[in-house]
């Protein structure tokens, strides 16, 4: 059974840094993208940055949402099939409950962002940036 558990949430002040993290079993992270997703009340869920499938022709390329360009960054130790998210500067804007989410997509080079893509989600982890 595919699963995706997600921690590492959590409350902190601006300027500071979290990282999270998506534990995924019952799949080969290889052949997935992996995207993480955001969602603050009365908003739209959003994608924040992606990474393709390692097993893709360009492997593990990652994509980033414009508000967090150069202060998050998404990796994956596929060997522990984990994905992390290290996300640093944080502002008051980036609070949100934060998802991850795997696509089988062992042949496409880039991954995207739209949500309606990732089949599997986790159940998120709440992500709070207040002084």
């Known amino acids: 059974q595919l699963q995706l558990v997600e921690s590492g949430g959590g409350l902190v002040q601006p300027g500071e840094s979290l990282r999270l993290s998506c534990a995924a079993s019952?799949?080969?992270?290889?052949?997935?993208?992996i995207g993480w997703f955001r969602q603050a009340p009365g908003k739209e869920r959003e994608g924040v940055p992606c990474s393709s499938s390692s097993i893709s022709s360009i492997g593990n390329n990652a994509n980033y949402a414009d508000s967090v360009k150069g202060r998050f960054t998404i990796s994956r130790d596929n060997a522990k099939k984990t994905v992390y998210l290290q996300m640093n500067s944080l502002k008051p804007e980036d609070t949100a409950v934060y998802y991850c989410?795997?696509?089988?997509?062992?042949?496409?080079?880039?991954?995207?962002?739209?949500?309606?893509?990732?089949?599997?989600w986790g159940q998120g982890t709440q992500v709070t940036v207040s002084s």
């Open positions: 019952g799949f080969t992270l290889d052949y997935y993208d």
């Open positions: 989410a795997a696509a089988f997509s062992p042949t496409q080079a880039f991954c995207t962002m739209t949500s309606w893509t990732y089949r599997y």
